[in-house]
DNA sequence: AAACTTGTCAACCGCGAACTC
DNA sequence: CGAGTTCGCGGTTGACAAGTT
């Protein structure tokens, strides 16, 4: 079991430290007090330096933000790109990735990924998801137009609109943000004229179709987001 | 203009590892 | 070798800013 340090919850407890943000005052009296005689041990530093602060916040103070050799400011698109490499290889093992990003600090890294990063990646995720669902539905739809054809019984309804168990569920996700009435068709049937395509004519409706949407999805919408994003293709990816 | 929501990031907290005696 | 202390890491919180209704 884990033995309770001295410094563990105490600092809250003991009257008199300062909590809270850092004041230009103090910033300068412990920069000042480090480059004259270096940390040392950072419980008696504040006591030292004489400031109203426990150890463990002089320390993040100083490693975070005060250290002369930190980068601050906008991460670039090549940083972006490193950081969601290295996540991938290293996980939330922030102080790891650090040391593979000169000036950053693990502290910033982690907090680009939280609120930047992460969040852009979930999209793409939930984007990319829908585009297989939407792309297994058509050519799953093309398959049965080809199927129902051939054997040529008479059809009231298109098949996807006769909504058989397993056959919807199956595709549908709570991930998913496409509601689709099957391109091609109306909400009641077929469009127009359509019920009077022969099989074939269909399929190719629907594979031409289907590479449109793909297309619109990579082209105008994925790739755009990773080129505004990090600058390249989907090389944070493929190459990890 | 005010109220509310969302985004950002500095600071804190708890824990395990490493170190010291 | 065991107990106590210090360090460093990762997760979470909360204050403030910016944006939206």
């Given amino acids: 079991?884990?033995?309770?340090?001295?410094?563990?919850?105490?600092?809250?407890?003991?009257?008199?430290?300062?909590?809270?943000?850092?004041?230009?005052?103090?910033?300068?009296?412990?920069?000042?007090?480090?480059?004259?005689?270096?940390?040392?041990?950072?419980r008696t530093l504040p006591g030292k330096a004489g400031l109203q602060r426990c150890g463990k916040s002089c320390r993040l103070r100083w490693i975070n933000y005060l250290r002369p050799d930190i980068k601050r400011g906008k991460f670039s698109l090549q940083e972006e790109q490193t950081i969601i490499q290295l996540h991938a290889l290293l996980g939330n093992r922030w102080s790891a990735m650090a040391a593979h990003l000169p000036k950053r600090t693990d502290s910033e890294i982690k907090n680009h990924w939280n609120t930047h990063l992460k969040k852009r990646l979930i999209k793409l995720a939930q984007w990319e998801s829908a585009?297989?669902?939407?792309?297994?539905?058509?050519?799953?739809?093309?398959?049965?137009?080809v199927a129902l054809t051939e054997s040529s019984p008479p059809q009231e309804q298109p098949p996807y609109a006769r909504s058989e168990p397993g056959q919807t569920e199956e595709l549908e996700s709570p991930t998913s943000t496409l509601s689709f009435p099957a391109v091609g068709h109306t909400a009641n049937g077929y469009a127009d004229g359509e019920m009077g395509l022969n099989a074939s004519k269909r399929v190719e409706k629907s594979n031409q179709l289907l590479q449109e949407f793909e297309e619109t999805l990579m082209d105008s919408d994925i790739d755009a987001w990773f080129d505004d994003s990090f600058g390249v293709g989907n090389l944070a990816f493929s190459s990890v």
Avoid: C, F
């Fill in 1 to 42: 079991m884990r033995r309770r340090s001295s410094t563990d919850n105490g600092d809250k407890e003991v009257v008199g430290l300062k909590r809270g943000p850092w004041t230009a005052e103090e910033d300068e009296i412990l920069t000042a007090y480090i480059q004259k005689h270096g940390h040392g041990n950072w």
């Fill in 131 to 145: 585009r297989l669902e939407a792309e297994a539905r058509l050519v799953r739809d093309s398959k049965q137009a």
